[in-house]
C-alpha cells in the first residue's frame, strides 16, 4: 500500500476554482491507479474522477465531467484534481484513493486512502 496525504481544500465560493493535490509514499506509486472520491454531509460516498498508471486514461462522474481535470507526476510522487467552477453541490470531503489492481470507478477497488479534505463552495 501507498499513503496519501490530501491538501488544497478550503472555502470557496461558487465559480472560484480550488486545486487539490495528493502526495504519495511508497516506492510503487507509479504502478497505482489513483481516484478522487468525495462524501457530502449525509450522503455516501461517490466516485469523482480516476486515472491509470500511464495517465493515458481518466474517467469523471458526469456532476463533474468538464468541470474537474484529474492529472498525476509519477516523478513527484503526487496526484491532483484541479476543480473549476465548483458549485454550491461539489461541497464535501474530498478522499485520494489509490488502486493496486485496476484503474477503476468503482471504489472497492481501492486499497490506499487519505484522510480527506474538506471542500466547501458557498452560493
Known amino acids: 500500500q501507498v499513503q496519501l496525504i490530501e491538501s488544497g481544500g478550503g472555502l470557496v465560493q461558487a465559480g472560484d476554482s480550488l486545486r487539490l493535490s495528493c502526495a504519495a509514499s511508497g516506492r510503487t506509486f507509479s504502478s497505482y491507479a489513483l481516484g478522487w472520491f468525495r462524501q457530502a454531509p449525509g450522503k455516501e460516498r461517490e466516485f469523482v474522477a480516476a486515472i491509470n498508471w500511464r495517465s493515458d486514461k481518466t474517467s469523471y462522474a458526469d456532476s463533474v465531467k468538464g468541470r474537474f481535470t484529474i492529472s498525476r507526476d509519477n516523478a513527484k510522487n503526487t496526484v491532483y484534481l484541479q476543480m473549476n467552477s465548483l458549485k454550491p453541490e461539489d461541497t464535501a470531503v474530498y478522499y485520494c484513493?489509490?488502486?493496486?489492481?485496476?484503474?477503476?470507478?468503482?471504489?472497492?477497488?481501492?486499497?490506499?486512502w487519505g484522510q480527506g479534505t474538506q471542500v466547501t463552495v458557498s452560493s
Open positions: 484513493a489509490g488502486s493496486r489492481t485496476a484503474y477503476s470507478n468503482y471504489e472497492p477497488m481501492y486499497d490506499s
